[in-house]
């Protein structure tokens, strides 16, 4: 770009002193420093050889283009007494930008290299791994400890619910009834039985050959079963639920099974089967009848009764009742102080409580439900045959309030208890 100057007022271009870089001449001619300083005109600033602070500023670089050209870091300096700017090349910014570029596409190639060997390890390591897994599944794994059998000392083994083969495998291995778990595991991989491991009570040996430990607990050369666990504390209702849920059978065939409990070795007095199903876990025949099954949910409590001496029907049904009423109303460890209230307040010579038993686990059993909370209303209401507040002694005895049928004989109880297997 050409500046005017007064020396040049038709912008010719033509003195010396307008060309970019000449302006130290002015200022570094003693004649004209001595002629200014005669006519007693003052030095202008920057007419010193000393720039000013705005002289020494360096303005911001342009980036980008200009016209169509590429931009060039420059250094503008103010314009001196003749009158014009002086605009210079900034080489050292130009360097800098250079370089920067240069690092910047060093970096790039550097990232790109990093990337490009990151991924060359990576599926390195995955053919490593995949090659040495076909090389290992070609291979035959080393035989697992194993005892030669046939064992030693009898041992019962309990598996417990929800336990799998790798939980019980290890407890076999902790009592050293197999040698290894591993061994276990793969004698119920190999195992053709159709039985899953159920829980239960199982009678093994000690060091005995894994897979004799799992032809027991799979109960191969035996049927498929059902398997039903009556909790203690269940009520019958429940229990026909739990029945059903295992067998298919529906709740009204276990119910018109159950219909007449003297068909099951109950006295005439007992109301229903309610206290007398066993808790336990019971696997059945898979072609087992309600009635095959409720027999041998009532053959335990029968074996029971008649092992503590109680062998009377009536006296059987009572040690029940009130069985059943500590389990609802107390903990195990308050049972004996709770049978010791019962008691009292059942004798006739105590007008406390007149013969009432004063109970609320009698009232909402007979109102079906589970909660303890009932209304004033309903712990006076009397038609609730189960309301111990309402009415004196144990719980009724309902066989006066509905006709009995003895259709079918008494079933010969088992010799041996069907609780496990």
């Known amino acids: 770009m050409t500046n005017l100057t007064p020396e ?10 307008a060309q970019p870089g000449n302006e130290p001449a002015a200022g570094s001619d003693p004649e004209a ?79 790109r290299r990093n990337i490009a060997l990151v991924s060359a390890f990576g599926v390195f390591v995955l053919l490593v791994v995949g090659l040495s897994l076909g090389v290992r599944g070609l291979l035959p794994s080393p035989a697992a400890k194993d005892y030669p059998g046939p064992g030693g000392e009898e041992v019962v083994f309990t598996v417990n619910q929800g336990e799998g083969a790798l939980a019980i495998g290890t407890r076999l291995e902790d009592q050293d009834i197999v040698a290894s778990r ?22 093994l040996r000690s060091q005995m050959k894994a897979s004799d430990a799992a032809a027991i607990l ?80 009532t053959e335990p409590t029968f074996a029971t009764l008649e092992a503590d001496g109680v062998t009377d029907e009536a006296e059987q049904l009572r040690t029940l009742t009130i069985a059943s009423i500590l389990e609802a109303e107390a903990l195990p460890k308050d049972y004996a102080t709770v049978a010791g209230i019962i008691e009292n307040r059942l004798h006739p010579d105590n007008p406390e409580t007149d013969g009432r038993l004063q109970i609320d686990a009698t009232v909402i059993y ?49 010799t041996t208890s069907s609780t496990t297997g």
């Open 8 to 17: 040049d007022p038709e912008g010719t271009g033509a003195s010396a002193d």
């Open 33 to 111: 420093r001595a002629q200014g300083s005669e006519s007693g005109d003052s030095p202008e600033p920057g007419q010193d050889g000393q720039d000013l602070d705005e002289d020494r500023r360096q303005y911001p670089e342009q980036r980008g283009e200009v016209h169509g050209a590429p931009a060039t870091p420059v250094i503008v300096r103010p314009s001196s007494r003749q009158g014009y700017q002086t605009v210079t090349i900034n080489p050292d910014r130009a360097k800098d930008a250079s370089q920067q570029a240069k690092r910047e596409a060093r970096r790039k190639r550097r990232r």
């Open 182 to 203: 591993e061994a276990f595991i793969e004698a119920v991989n190999q195992s053709r039985s159709e039985n899953s491991i159920q829980p239960g009570d199982y009678p």
């Open 218 to 297: 799979q109960r191969e050369g035996v049927g498929q079963v059902h398997y039903v666990a009556i909790n203690r504390g269940m009520r019958l209702n429940e229990a026909f639920e739990a029945i059903s849920t295992s067998t298919g059978i529906p709740v009204e065939d276990l119910e018109a099974a159950a219909e007449d409990p003297t068909d099951f070795g109950l006295p005439e007095t007992a109301p229903s089967l309610e206290g007398y199903l066993a808790p336990g876990e019971y696997r059945f025949d898979i072609e087992a009848e309600p009635a095959e099954i409720l027999t041998l949910l």
């Open 366 to 414: 007979g109102l079906g439900q589970r909660q303890l909370q009932f209304t004033q209303e309903e712990k006076e209401d009397a038609s609730n045959e189960y309301n111990t507040y309402a009415h004196r002694g144990l719980p009724p005895d309902r066989s006066a309030r509905r006709p009995r049928r003895r259709s079918m004989p008494r079933p010969a109880r088992r």
